[in-house]
């Protein structure tokens, strides 16, 4: 089995700074993918970035485009979000999630992900 765990999360002002952190450990496979998705009280989960591991591919919302950035530590099985110019609309829970294949069309769906971490909050202040 694969365990992810998210770390980063925190309070931080409009137009400011946040990384978060997925470590990823047990049974991983030579390529796969990782994503972000977020949840807002009262709203579904929703995506937000992933890449396909090996490769180093990424994807975004519409809504991160600019702000956002994925990427990876191959060593350390790691894949982090650096999120600039927050917004209050970015207060979420943060969800890590891990596919064993890549994905290239479907990326953006939950239903794509087999494991999920436990979340982290981040809370934009207005």
């Known amino acids: 089995q694969v365990q992810l765990v998210e770390s980063g999360g925190g309070l931080a002002q409009a137009g400011g700074s946040l990384r978060l952190s997925c470590a990823a450990s047990g049974r991983t496979f030579s390529t796969y993918a990782m994503g972000w998705f977020r949840q807002a009280p009262g709203k579904e989960r929703a995506f937000v970035a992933a890449?396909?591991?090996?490769?180093?591919?990424?994807y975004y919302a519409d809504s991160v485009k600019g702000r956002f950035t994925i990427s990876r530590d191959n060593e350390k099985n790691t894949v982090y979000l650096q999120m600039n110019s927050l917004r209050p609309e970015d207060t979420a829970v943060y969800y890590c999630?891990?596919?064993?294949?890549?994905?290239?069309?479907?990326?953006?769906?939950?239903?794509?992900?087999?494991?999920w971490g436990q979340g982290t909050q981040v809370t934009v202040s207005s």
């Open positions: 999630a891990l596919k064993n294949r890549p994905l290239y069309s479907t990326y953006y769906r939950v239903s794509s992900y087999d494991y």
């Open positions: 890449i396909n591991w090996s490769v180093g591919s990424t």
